[in-house]
């Protein structure tokens, strides 16, 4: 049964290479269609998280996502280790997806340890905080490993959601990282072998599913806000686009401004005045004023 899932689960995910993946992609839409995640929002996940969540889902096979979508959901949250009761998903982060296989005993830090189909996580002490001890701003899922040519080393090949592929942002892409690498932070092993769908739980009725405007209760052992999930690439000076762009808005917008004393421009090109309101920013928020806009400097402004 695992090995049939994870051979769907490679052919679809090396499918999936070069297209668009961000809250407005096809993945996000299958997800919030069936509600796989716990918030009353659509568009809520993380998309890296979301694209590896979305890879079990298609490799479902009793039943299929094809035949079944809403079926293959209840498969696919057992095989990601949710309680089924819950009705969906709370694991729309890395940092919340870290825990729960932390829970089961699923979670490898010795990439000796590591397998085909494992979801790879990367981190960077510049993101650590309370709700995110390991500092984890990506993930994706292992399709091989072994000696990788391009690195002159032995290493992992990946495949992520949210990422540069070709020059392009917000793609599905494929990339190598070394076994030694230091941004590597561990792994987590879906239960491709021992998933059985637990049929004494039905799934929610449309009266019982979140409203938009209602407020969920927390997980009472993870206890992670939902605004954790962010799709946002990490950017800095030198950048250009359409993040940088809604950086500017949201800097004019929260009264930060460059180093004159003027509004910033808002032409999406991260320049030293976009750079010198961001130092601004982090400093007055207890943040590392680098000028790095990442996982806490979007969690911040974005709350």
Not at 27 to 39: P, Q
Not at 96 to 115: E, G, L, V
Not at 205 to 214: A, G, N, Q, Y
Request: charged share 25%; aromatic share 12%.
């Amino acid at each position: 049964m695992g090995s049939c899932w994870k051979q769907i689960a490679k052919d679809y995910l090396w499918a999936q290479v070069g297209e668009p993946c961000g809250k407005s992609s096809k993945y996000a839409r299958e997800m919030d269609a069936i509600h796989f995640y716990n918030f009353p929002k659509d568009g809520a996940a993380n998309s890296c998280a979301l694209f590896c969540d979305n890879a079990v889902l298609h490799s479902c096979t009793e039943p299929s996502y094809d035949e079944d979508p809403e079926g293959a959901k209840w498969t696919a949250l057992a095989a990601m280790y949710e309680p089924q009761s819950a009705g969906a998903n709370d694991c729309a982060g890395c940092a919340q997806k870290i825990r729960q296989f932390k829970k089961n005993n699923a979670w490898f830090t010795d990439p000796s340890d590591f397998c085909e189909l494992d979801e790879i996580f990367f981190g960077n002490s510049k993101y650590v905080s309370d709700i995110n001890p390991l500092g984890a701003y990506h993930t994706g899922m292992i399709v091989s490993w072994g000696y990788i040519e391009e690195l002159g080393t032995d290493g992992f090949t990946y495949i992520d959601g949210n990422t540069t592929y070709e020059g392009k942002s917000g793609r599905v892409g494929y990339h190598y990282v070394a076994y030694g690498d230091p941004k590597i932070i561990g792994a987590g092993r879906p239960n491709w072998d021992g998933w059985e769908p637990d049929e004494s739980v039905e799934a929610p009725k449309e009266d019982e599913k979140p409203k938009e405007d209602s407020k969920l209760d927390p997980d009472p052992v993870d206890d992670l806000p939902q605004s954790v999930g962010i799709d946002m690439d990490i950017i800095q000076i030198g950048d250009k686009g359409n993040q940088v762009e809604t950086l500017q808005i949201l800097l004019n917008a929260f009264g930060y401004s460059d180093q004159d004393g003027n509004k910033l421009v808002v032409d999406s090109i991260f320049g030293s005045r976009t750079d010198y309101a961001v130092k601004v920013f982090q400093e007055k928020h207890d943040i590392e004023p680098d000028g790095i806009v990442g996982f806490q400097t979007w969690t911040t402004l974005l709350k």
